[in-house]
């Protein structure tokens, strides 16, 4: 692969936060980057899980925080922020558990969660209340470009890198304006569809992944619909990594426990350090 | 046109100085929003398509072929224009006179109908091939399932399984229009969750598939788009009303509310007159009463939710109601008090359908019903007034319900 990938990035101290730092660190030294997405509050062992796999190769990790009409999401996210939910799950306890944990993570983090989750903390003290928990990052699907500003103008004054998500579907236009408003990375979309464990990589993922690395320096990580090993390493031959969430939920769904989580987190690491350029 | 001179207003009349009436009910900004309410809050996958929406209906609503069209199968397809009925009797018992917009009479037994063609044709002009649709009584599923036999396009209805089994005779009705019913299985297993469902569906098929949205919510341009499509319902409303009042208006339109389509047809045309206008929500899904602003499904609006942010699941006698949003545009009316919006407990409701039964001969929607149970606990207030009421649709789909009920 190009090595424009690494280029000698000014503004590296400054600028960047720290999700953006670590990815754009791991590609400069010819690594592809590799983040799960695990649900928070899903279990008793969630926290030693999220500990876990950084040990086993997470450049960064995505923390759900459960929503109750989580749209974006497949039967395996759905059932995970149910039983989370189920469970007692708030925002708040799983803020306050990662931020006891921080020092063990010992990797960026980035919550995903739905904008009313946001919204209703309000957008100033939920930015904030993400930044003392030492969180870097976050990830909130149903803001599109067009609805973003306010969230991410707060976020951006507390710290926290807003990644913005680029589908399949969107106009040539479209992507530098993403790209630039971005921050920690650039989420391409695998496919036209929901998350969820698939067959095969959708084209329409190294596709869109060579459409995003035309436009931007910013990492260009891809997810939905990438769940195997293979199929991550498969779009790293463009991509600069690989966001996968709904093997790893299935995991734990199952009970693996932080032992078997980590195991599967380090077969993708292995799969990705094997197509490094 | 005349108007009728209002008595001293009750405490459902609008506040008239709030802002120029000639605001009310028109195009939404360039940001889809009414006032600080709508907007497009969609994954970034769906942009596009909802974009391709908005410059599609625009072209559509200012060509007069399409305008003509529309015309056309309203009228000969769906028997419109609708009639006004006078209640002598029920306006006797209750000391009101009471006017129903007879939305009843439709085909398929709604005003959904109105929305559902307007869409189809829409979407036919937009060369999709297939509708997808969310349904919670089953009158939008069953009028989009009509569209698509019509217009020969694939559908496809997600509608949630508690739902499905209060209203099997709307699912059969589905089934045999050609549509494939599926079942929403998660959340609340009601409305809600079937737009859940629809969505994660449409994600992955907009470049073939129109998703048809039942009611005056979801990411901009829908609620305005469906308003406009619900119109016809005030338009026509607006003359038949001119012609039995001596040109005036009623002092009170009212309507039942759960996502809002129906009474945002009958308020857009009334929104400019001196008539109150009044939405009643079932009194376990008051989205309006409760006044705390969310986002889900597209848009900003008033939504029932929990300490955390996490959406309320709705509890009503009535499918077409169980649901815990409503449609930016009854944020915003309500918001500038142009229109208020009151609760009725399904007691209430119960009682009114046995009401409007028994003094007219006309067995209402539980929908509809919600109207005039507020009507029915109002009527001293209302007293000597005359209140135009939606009767959205019929209540044929309730009866095997309320015969559990009432026995």
Same mark, same amino acid.
């Given at each position: 692969?190009?090595?424009?990938?690494?280029?000698?990035?000014?503004?590296? /101290?400054?600028?960047?936060?720290?999700?953006?730092?670590? =990815?754009?660190?791991?590609?400069?030294?010819?690594?592809?980057?590799?983040?799960?997405?695990?649900?928070?509050?899903?279990?008793?062992?969630?926290?030693?899980?999220?500990?876990?796999?950084?040990?086993?190769?997470?450049?960064?990790?995505?923390?759900?925080?459960?929503?109750?009409?989580?749209?974006?999401?497949?039967?395996?996210?759905?059932?995970?922020?149910?039983?989370? =939910?189920?469970?007692?799950?708030?925002?708040?306890?799983?803020?306050?558990?990662?931020?006891?944990?921080?020092?063990?993570?010992?990797?960026?983090?980035?919550?995903?969660?739905?904008?009313?989750?946001?919204?209703?903390?309000?957008?100033?003290?939920?930015?904030?209340? =993400?930044?003392? !928990?030492?969180?870097?990052?976050?990830?909130?699907?149903?803001?599109? =470009?067009?609805?973003?500003?306010?969230? /991410?103008?707060?976020?951006?004054?507390?710290?926290?890198?807003?990644?913005?998500?680029?589908?399949?579907? /969107?106009?040539?236009?479209?992507?530098?304006?993403?790209?630039?408003?971005?921050?920690?990375?650039?989420?391409?979309?695998?496919?036209?569809?929901?998350?969820?464990?698939? !067959?095969?990589?959708?084209?329409?993922?190294?596709?869109? @992944? !060579?459409?995003?690395?035309?436009?931007?320096?910013?990492?260009?990580?891809?997810?939905?619909?990438?769940?195997?090993?293979?199929?991550?390493?498969?779009?790293?031959?463009? @991509?600069?990594? @690989?966001?996968?969430?709904?093997?790893?939920?299935?995991?734990?769904?199952?009970?693996?426990?932080?032992?078997?989580?980590? /195991?599967?987190?380090?077969?993708?690491? !292995?799969?990705?350090?094997?197509?490094?350029? | 046109?005349?108007?009728?001179?209002?008595?001293?207003?009750?405490?459902?009349?609008?506040?008239?100085?709030?802002?120029?009436?000639?605001?009310?009910?028109?195009?939404?900004?360039?940001?889809?929003?009414?006032?600080?309410?709508?907007?497009?809050?969609?994954?970034?996958? *769906?942009?596009?398509?909802?974009?391709?929406?908005?410059?599609?209906?625009?072209?559509?609503?200012?060509?007069?072929?399409?305008?003509?069209?529309?015309?056309?199968?309203?009228?000969?397809?769906?028997?419109?224009?609708?009639?006004?009925?006078?209640?002598?009797?029920?306006?006797?018992?209750?000391?009101?006179?009471?006017?129903?917009?007879?939305?009843?009479?439709?085909?398929?037994?709604?005003?959904?109908?109105?929305?559902?063609?307007?869409?189809?044709?829409?979407?036919?002009?937009?060369?999709?091939?297939?509708?997808?649709?969310?349904?919670?009584?089953?009158?939008?599923?069953?009028?989009?399932?009509?569209?698509?036999?019509?217009?020969?396009?694939?559908?496809?209805?997600?509608?949630?399984?508690?739902?499905?089994?209060?209203?099997?005779?709307?699912?059969?009705?589905?089934?045999?229009?050609?549509?494939?019913?599926?079942?929403?299985?998660?959340?609340?297993?009601?409305?809600?969750?079937?737009?859940?469902?629809? *969505?994660?569906?449409?994600?992955?098929?907009?470049?073939?598939?129109?998703?048809?949205?039942?009611?005056?919510?979801?990411?901009?341009?829908?609620?305005?788009?469906?308003?406009?499509?619900?119109?016809?319902?005030?338009?026509?409303?607006?003359?038949?009303?001119?012609?039995?009042?001596?040109?005036?208006?009623?002092?009170?339109?009212?309507?039942?509310?759960?996502?809002?389509?129906?009474?945002?047809?009958?308020?857009?045309?009334?929104?400019?007159?001196?008539?109150?206008?009044?939405?009643?929500?079932?009194?376990?899904?008051?989205?309006?009463?409760?006044?705390?602003? %969310?986002?889900?499904? %597209?848009?900003?609006?008033?939504?029932?939710?929990?300490?955390?942010?996490?959406?309320?699941?709705?509890?009503?006698?009535?499918?077409?109601?169980?649901?815990?949003?409503?449609?930016?545009?009854?944020?915003?009316?309500?918001?500038?008090?142009?229109?208020?919006?009151?609760?009725?407990?399904?007691?209430?409701?119960?009682?009114?359908?046995?009401?409007?039964?028994?003094?007219?001969?006309?067995?209402?929607?539980?929908?509809?019903?919600?109207?005039?149970?507020?009507?029915?606990?109002?009527?001293?207030?209302?007293?000597?007034?005359?209140?135009?009421?939606?009767?959205?649709?019929?209540?044929?789909?309730?009866?095997?319900?309320?015969?559990?009920?009432?026995?």
């Amino acid at each position: 692969m190009t090595a424009a990938n690494g280029t000698t990035a000014p503004g590296e /101290a400054g600028g960047w936060g720290r999700l953006e730092t670590a =990815l754009r660190g791991r590609r400069r030294a010819g690594g592809k980057c590799f983040v799960p997405y695990l649900t928070g509050g899903l279990g008793d062992d969630w926290l030693e899980t999220i500990c876990a796999v950084a040990v086993a190769g997470a450049d960064a990790i995505e923390i759900g925080v459960p929503f109750s009409d989580p749209v974006m999401d497949g039967t395996t996210i759905q059932q995970a922020n149910d039983r989370a =939910l189920s469970e007692g799950a708030t925002p708040q306890s799983i803020l306050a558990a990662v931020r006891g944990a921080a020092a063990d993570i010992g990797v960026p983090t980035a919550v995903m969660t739905y904008a009313n989750i946001a919204h209703h903390m309000g957008y100033e003290r939920f930015a904030s209340s =993400l930044a003392d !928990a030492g969180v870097s990052g976050c990830i909130l699907p149903d803001l599109p =470009l067009e609805e973003v500003g306010e969230w /991410a103008d707060c976020a951006d004054a507390a710290g926290v890198e807003t990644v913005l998500l680029a589908a399949p579907t /969107a106009p040539d236009e479209r992507l530098p304006r993403i790209c630039a408003r971005s921050r920690g990375f650039v989420y391409g979309v695998g496919l036209a569809g929901i998350t969820g464990v698939r !067959a095969e990589l959708a084209a329409s993922a190294v596709r869109t @992944a !060579a459409r995003l690395k035309a436009v931007t320096d910013r990492p260009v990580l891809v997810g939905v619909g990438v769940g195997t090993p293979a199929q991550a390493a498969e779009v790293c031959e463009v @991509a600069d990594g @690989a966001v996968v969430g709904s093997a790893i939920v299935t995991r734990m769904l199952e009970g693996a426990g932080p032992e078997g989580v980590a /195991a599967l987190v380090a077969e993708f690491r !292995a799969a990705l350090d094997a197509a490094r350029h | 046109m005349t108007e009728t001179a209002g008595s001293a207003p009750g405490e459902f009349m609008g506040e008239p100085d709030m802002a120029p009436p000639g605001q009310f009910m028109g195009e939404p900004s360039a940001d889809g929003r009414f006032g600080e309410f709508g907007g497009m809050f969609v994954p970034e996958t *769906l942009v596009p398509a909802c974009q391709e929406l908005d410059r599609a209906f625009r072209s559509a609503w200012g060509d007069p072929a399409f305008r003509g069209e529309l015309d056309r199968l309203l009228r000969d397809y769906a028997g419109r224009p609708s009639p006004m009925t006078e209640c002598p009797n029920l306006s006797e018992e209750l000391g009101v006179r009471i006017l129903l917009k007879r939305e009843d009479l439709n085909h398929t037994g709604s005003h959904k109908i109105n929305n559902v063609l307007g869409q189809a044709l829409l979407a036919q002009r937009m060369g999709k091939t297939s509708l997808v649709a969310e349904t919670g009584a089953g009158q939008h599923g069953v009028a989009t399932a009509t569209a698509a036999a019509l217009f020969g396009m694939d559908c496809v209805v997600y509608m949630g399984t508690v739902d499905i089994a209060r209203q099997e005779l709307n699912v059969f009705r589905m089934r045999l229009l050609g549509t494939e019913v599926r079942a929403a299985e998660t959340g609340s297993r009601t409305l809600k969750d079937a737009v859940n469902e629809t *969505l994660r569906h449409w994600v992955a098929v907009a470049d073939t598939t129109h998703y048809c949205l039942g009611s005056v919510m979801g990411p901009h341009p829908y609620p305005w788009m469906v308003r406009e499509f619900q119109r016809v319902v005030g338009e026509e409303a607006r003359r038949q009303c001119a012609e039995i009042l001596d040109g005036g208006v009623p002092d009170v339109v009212t309507a039942a509310v759960g996502g809002g389509s129906n009474a945002a047809g009958i308020f857009a045309g009334f929104a400019n007159t001196s008539a109150a206008l009044v939405g009643v929500e079932p009194a376990g899904g008051a989205a309006v009463g409760r006044a705390v602003p %969310g986002i889900v499904h %597209g848009s900003r609006s008033f939504l029932m939710q929990d300490e955390w942010g996490q959406v309320l699941e709705a509890e009503s006698i009535s499918a077409g109601l169980d649901y815990p949003g409503v449609g930016p545009e009854h944020s915003y009316l309500a918001a500038t008090g142009r229109a208020t919006y009151e609760q009725v407990t399904d007691a209430e409701v119960v009682e009114a359908f046995s009401l409007l039964s028994r003094t007219e001969g006309i067995i209402p929607a539980l929908e509809c019903a919600h109207a005039l149970a507020w009507v029915s606990r109002a009527r001293a207030e209302l007293a000597g007034r005359t209140v135009l009421l939606n009767l959205s649709g019929r209540g044929d789909k309730d009866v095997d319900q309320m015969m559990g009920i009432l026995g």
